[in-house]
């Protein structure tokens, strides 16, 4: 061991010795950080998914972009008749380069909608979705895409968004994709609404939880503000409505409408303006003229040797009865993704509940972004002091960071409760995350005796988790996509949470008659909500009773099934509305192969898209020449109206690890490896 001064050569070698440390340093904090950033990153562009749609050019090598493939025009037909609505959507692209294209088309539909029929138009061929379960249907869409021959391919990603596939689209050819759908209107107060999603935001996903096949098929960037011109995707629409009875106040939320009244009963509805930005949700709703609303509704379709029934009830408007003893507690979204008007809506909608608080209540606030916490360690009372220490400290909340969700949940449902007290948690969210399932499980799992309602705040809410959500938490969905109407809308929710619901929900069908209901267990009723379910049955025959406990009083109705209104469409809600309840049973992981056998089946029988089965289309004859290359690339969506772009993609990373992780890991292993290089020289 040396142990004398350090001669010259000496501190030479130490100073190399010391670069190459710091040059291994360098590179394994590079590296580790790069990890860190990896598994920090919000997995946004898990569905960086437009629900305008987009064309996506997926390269065959290295997946970088070569051009765009603009949309040219996006139409959509509403044909509602009641509750009923039957939708038809059309895409058109245009390629314009002279080289040959495959595409992925990415676009949202109502989270309740049963997808049953898809075509392809690419050139001067048609192509007709048949429907196979998914793995079959990719197998034969990749032969196709491999011989040159036309193709498409048709997935659910969500159950609010999908994928088509379109291979070998020729040069300078235009491709129209022709989506149809079925699903119901939403009741709710007197008012039925209909909404189109136009736009999803980006989702964020935690760093442990990102499904690498999400990340990779569903990845559109999304244009930066200040470069949308020319590539602003518009969309049209038209609205036929026949509601059955003479109609009375009629609103587009969001969008200018015109208006023509056919008859006291119709309307045709489309944009003022012609096509619109698809930066934010439409929504339509109207009330009925007449005050005294029919309380019941029964629609009915026979296929296939089976009788399809749709029953919508209405109860009468319960009775006030004496203050309920609550528990509530806010939970409110501060994620970078709520920066802009979403804040502000959910600011405004959190002080309007927090003023309708009774002093005898208890009530916390919890608000959450890559962390969570709450303004008071247990409940408190909501005297006034209180609310005024609420107002203000979530008047000092910025929105910045993560969607860490799942924190903000078990801290919610983890609050100390008092047992007497109904229990209710409020939950103020745009929803743009990716793992879903994840948080239904922790619902279903930590709920207990609470009920959770959901308030989407903003342009574009994510439907398919607010609704199941507030479905697993026996609450409701509250939509509020402007400041103006926080008062209305909150203060229609407020009054629910005030109210009595109807308990003990139960339906009985006739003797003699079999019949398969879903949903298998009626939710509990609030005011203003009505029931919905659907049912198979052998044979139409007698009168079903509908009843349920309300207060201190039972009350029942009867609905004759012999007559009903002819509808197309009510067996593939039926099976749509069973499917879901079968996937509610696969994420509780019970019977994984039987259940997904069942809802393979009974989506071949009704030609339904879902997560197990596919529409594919193939041409019979090669289009693409021989040696002619295939080209892709994305094309980039609008972010949602509302939004801050700085605050979604600018503060990286926002997931749950740090950028300043990654920076002390990199410049400890610099250190380390500069240590260890010296002694190692020392000792040698």
Same mark, same amino acid.
Not at 48 to 57: D, H, N, Q, V
Not at 72 to 77: A, F
Not at 138 to 144: D, G, L, P, S, W
């Given at each position: 061991?040396?142990?004398?001064?350090?001669?010259?050569?000496?501190? /030479?070698?130490?100073?190399?010795?010391?670069?190459?440390?710091?040059?291994?340093?360098?590179?394994?904090?590079?590296?580790?950080?790069?990890?860190?950033?990896? #598994?920090?990153?919000p997995?946004?562009?898990?569905e960086?998914?437009?629900?305008?749609?987009?064309?996506?050019?997926m390269?065959?090598?290295?997946?970088?972009?070569a *051009?765009?493939?603009?949309?040219?025009?996006?139409?959509?037909?509403?044909?509602?008749s009641?509750p009923?609505?039957?939708?038809?959507v059309?895409?058109?692209?245009?390629?314009?380069?002279?080289?040959? =294209?495959?595409?992925?088309?990415?676009?949202?539909?109502?989270?309740?909608?049963?997808?049953?029929r898809m075509?392809?138009?690419?050139?001067?061929r048609?192509?007709?979705?048949?429907?196979?379960?998914?793995?079959?249907?990719?197998?034969?869409?990749?032969?196709?895409?491999?011989?040159?021959?036309?193709?498409?391919?048709?997935? /659910?990603?969500?159950?609010?968004?999908?994928?088509?596939?379109?291979?070998?689209?020729?040069?300078?050819?235009?491709v129209?994709?022709?989506?149809?759908?079925?699903?119901?209107i939403?009741?709710?107060?007197?008012?039925?609404?209909?909404?189109?999603?136009?736009?999803?935001?980006p989702?964020?996903?935690?760093?442990?939880a990102?499904?690498?096949?999400?990340?990779?098929?569903?990845?559109?960037?999304?244009?930066?503000?200040?470069?949308?011109?020319?590539?602003?995707?518009?969309v049209?629409?038209?609205?036929?409505l026949?509601?059955?009875m003479?109609?009375?106040?009629?609103?587009?939320?969001?969008?200018?409408?015109?208006?023509?009244a056919?008859?006291p009963?119709?309307?045709?509805?489309?944009?003022?303006?012609?096509?619109?930005?698809?930066?934010?949700?439409?929504?339509? !709703?109207?009330?009925?003229?007449?005050?005294?609303l029919?309380?019941?509704?029964?629609?009915?379709?026979?296929?296939?040797?089976?009788?399809?029934?749709?029953?919508m009830?209405?109860?009468?408007?319960?009775?006030?009865?004496?203050?309920?003893?609550?528990?509530?507690?806010?939970?409110?979204?501060?994620?970078?993704?709520?920066?802009?008007?979403?804040?502000?809506?959910?600011?405004?909608?959190?002080?309007?509940?927090?003023?309708? =608080?009774?002093?005898?209540?208890?009530?916390?606030?919890?608000? *959450?972004?890559?962390?969570?916490?709450?303004?008071?360690?247990?409940?408190?009372?909501?005297?006034?002091?209180?609310?005024?220490?609420?107002?203000?400290?979530? !008047?000092?909340?910025?929105?910045?960071?993560?969607?860490?969700?799942?924190?903000?949940?078990?801290?919610?449902?983890?609050?100390?409760?008092?047992?007497e007290?109904?229990r209710?948690?409020? *939950?103020?969210?745009?929803?743009?995350?990716?793992?879903?399932?994840?948080?239904?499980?922790?619902?279903?799992?930590?709920?207990?005796?609470?009920?959770?309602?959901?308030v989407?705040?903003?342009?574009?809410?994510?439907?398919? *988790?607010?609704?199941?959500?507030?479905?697993?938490?026996?609450?409701?969905?509250?939509?509020?996509?402007r400041v103006?109407?926080?008062?209305?809308?909150?203060?229609?929710?407020?009054?629910?949470?005030?109210?009595?619901?109807?308990?003990?929900v139960?339906?009985?069908?006739?003797?003699?008659?079999?019949?398969?209901?879903?949903?298998?267990?009626?939710?509990?009723?609030?005011?203003?909500?009505?029931?919905?379910?659907?049912?198979?049955?052998d044979?139409?025959?007698g009168?079903?009773?509908?009843s349920?406990?309300?207060?201190?009083?039972?009350?029942?109705?009867?609905?004759?099934i012999? /007559?009903?209104?002819?509808?197309?469409?009510?067996?593939?809600?039926?099976?749509?509305?069973?499917?879901?309840? =079968?996937?509610?049973?696969?994420?509780?992981?019970?019977?994984?192969?039987?259940?997904r056998?069942?809802?393979?089946?009974?989506?071949?029988?009704?030609? #339904?898209?879902?997560?197990?089965?596919?529409?594919?289309?193939?041409?019979?004859?090669?289009?693409?020449?021989?040696?002619?290359?295939?080209?892709?690339?994305?094309?980039?969506?609008?972010?949602?109206?509302?939004?801050d772009?700085?605050?979604?993609?600018?503060? #990286?990373?926002?997931g749950?690890?740090? !950028?300043r992780?990654?920076?002390?890991?990199?410049?400890?292993? #610099?250190?380390?490896?500069?240590l260890a290089?010296?002694?190692?020289?020392?000792?040698?």
């Open positions: 061991m040396q142990t004398g001064p350090l001669t010259r050569t000496t501190w /030479q070698d130490v100073v190399a010795f010391l670069g190459l440390a710091v040059l291994l340093g360098l590179a394994a904090g590079l590296l580790l950080g790069s990890m860190a950033l990896l #598994l920090a990153t997995a946004y562009a898990d960086r998914a437009s629900r305008e749609g987009a064309l996506l050019m390269s065959p090598g290295n997946g970088e972009p *051009f765009a493939a603009p949309l040219v025009s996006t139409d959509v037909v509403f044909q509602v009641g009923l609505v039957r939708a038809r059309v895409q058109t692209f245009e390629n314009p380069q002279d080289e040959w =294209l495959e595409a992925v088309y990415v676009f949202p539909l109502p989270e309740n909608a049963a997808v049953d075509k392809l138009a690419a050139g001067e048609l192509l007709i979705g048949e429907i196979r379960e998914r793995s079959e249907a990719k197998a034969i869409y990749a032969q196709a895409r491999a011989s040159g021959r036309r193709a498409s391919l048709f997935d /659910q990603e969500r159950p609010n968004i999908f994928t088509t596939q379109v291979a070998n689209i020729g040069p300078r050819e235009k129209v994709v022709e989506i149809e759908y079925q699903h119901t939403r009741y709710d107060g007197n008012r039925f609404s209909l909404r189109f999603p136009m736009v999803v935001g989702r964020y996903l935690p760093g442990g990102r499904p690498v096949s999400d990340a990779a098929r569903i990845t559109p960037p999304v244009l930066k503000p200040g470069r949308e011109e020319g590539r602003t995707n518009g049209s629409i038209r609205v036929e026949d509601a059955g003479p109609l009375g106040h009629l609103d587009s939320a969001y969008h200018p409408v015109a208006v023509e056919p008859s009963s119709r309307r045709i509805v489309t944009l003022a303006g012609g096509a619109v930005r698809a930066d934010q949700d439409f929504e339509l !709703s109207w009330r009925l003229s007449n005050a005294a029919p309380r019941a509704a029964w629609f009915v379709e026979k296929k296939d040797g089976r009788h399809y029934g749709l029953l009830v209405v109860p009468p408007p319960l009775e006030r009865g004496p203050p309920l003893s609550r528990e509530v507690l806010f939970v409110l979204d501060t994620s970078g993704s709520m920066a802009g008007a979403s804040i502000r809506q959910a600011r405004e909608a959190l002080a309007v509940a927090l003023a309708r =608080l009774r002093p005898e209540d208890r009530f916390n606030v919890i608000e *959450f972004n890559s962390t969570a916490q709450s303004l008071f360690a247990v409940p408190r009372e909501a005297s006034e002091r209180n609310r005024r220490a609420a107002v203000r400290w979530v !008047s000092s909340l910025e929105a910045r960071g993560g969607t860490e969700m799942a924190a903000a949940l078990r801290l919610a449902l983890a609050q100390v409760s008092d047992s007290r109904l209710q948690v409020v *939950f103020l969210t745009d929803g743009a995350v990716g793992n879903e399932d994840e948080l239904f499980r922790i619902i279903r799992a930590q709920l207990g005796s609470a009920r959770l309602f959901t989407g705040i903003g342009s574009a809410p994510n439907g398919h *988790f607010m609704t199941k959500a507030a479905h697993l938490g026996a609450g409701t969905f509250t939509f509020i996509g103006s109407e926080v008062g209305e809308r909150m203060g229609a929710l407020l009054a629910k949470l005030e109210s009595p619901v109807m308990r003990d139960q339906v009985r069908w006739p003797r003699g008659v079999h019949a398969e209901v879903w949903p298998a267990r009626i939710p509990d009723l609030y005011a203003g909500e009505p029931l919905v379910v659907t049912a198979a049955l044979k139409l025959d009168a079903l009773a509908i349920g406990d309300r207060a201190a009083e039972r009350w029942s109705t009867v609905v004759p012999v /007559q009903g209104t002819r509808a197309s469409g009510v067996g593939a809600l039926w099976a749509r509305e069973k499917v879901a309840s =079968l996937m509610d049973v696969l994420r509780r992981g019970v019977a994984e192969a039987e259940t056998a069942e809802i393979v089946a009974l989506a071949m029988s009704h030609r #339904l898209v879902t997560k197990y089965t596919s529409f594919v289309a193939v041409d019979a004859s090669p289009a693409r020449p021989q040696g002619a290359d295939l080209l892709s690339t994305p094309v980039p969506t609008l972010l949602p109206a509302g939004w772009y700085a605050k979604v993609f600018g503060e #990286l990373p926002q749950a690890t740090e !950028s992780l990654s920076l002390l890991l990199g410049i400890s292993c #610099l250190l380390l490896a500069a290089a010296f002694w190692t020289r020392r000792r040698a």
